[in-house]
Nanobody
Framework: QVQLVESGGGLVQPGGSLRLFCAAS????????IGWYRQAPGKQRELVAV???????NYANSVKGRFTVSKDNAKNTVDLQMNNLKPEDTAVYYC?????????????????WGQGTQVTVSS
């Protein structure tokens, strides 16, 4: 199994910045994709930013140009730099991992989620 541990959430004023960090540990795996989702009160969980093993990124339209996702394959970590934060960015942010495991010639994938970290943007 794999554990995801997040850090970096908090309270920030509109226009401010925060950096979220997530570290994956546990069984031996390779990263297919890793990134961040968020869920605001009363809303469904939504993709924020995900980066593939090859470095391709996918951002929600609402955060393009403000958020940057990056990863370190060697350390199995991902972070999210969030700039020019807006009140509508307030949500619980979840680290997400699409991991691939191998056992001999058999390969399979599993999704994992962190426990979530609160980001609040308010004056």
């Amino acid at each position: 199994q794999v554990q995801l541990v997040e850090s970096g959430g908090g309270l920030v004023q509109p226009g401010g910045s925060l950096r979220l960090f997530c570290a994956a540990s546990g069984s031996t795996f390779s990263i297919n994709a890793i990134g961040w989702y968020r869920q605001a009160p009363g809303k469904q969980r939504e993709l924020v930013a995900v980066i593939s093993s090859g470095g391709r990124t996918n951002y929600a339209n609402s955060v393009k140009g403000r958020f940057t996702v990056s990863k370190d394959n060697a350390k199995n970590t991902v972070d999210l730099q969030m700039n020019n934060l807006k009140p509508e960015d307030t949500a619980v942010y979840y680290c997400y991992l699409d991991a691939e495991f191998s056992s001999g010639s058999y390969r399979y994938t599993m999704d994992f989620w962190g426990q979530g970290t609160q980001v609040t943007v308010s004056s």
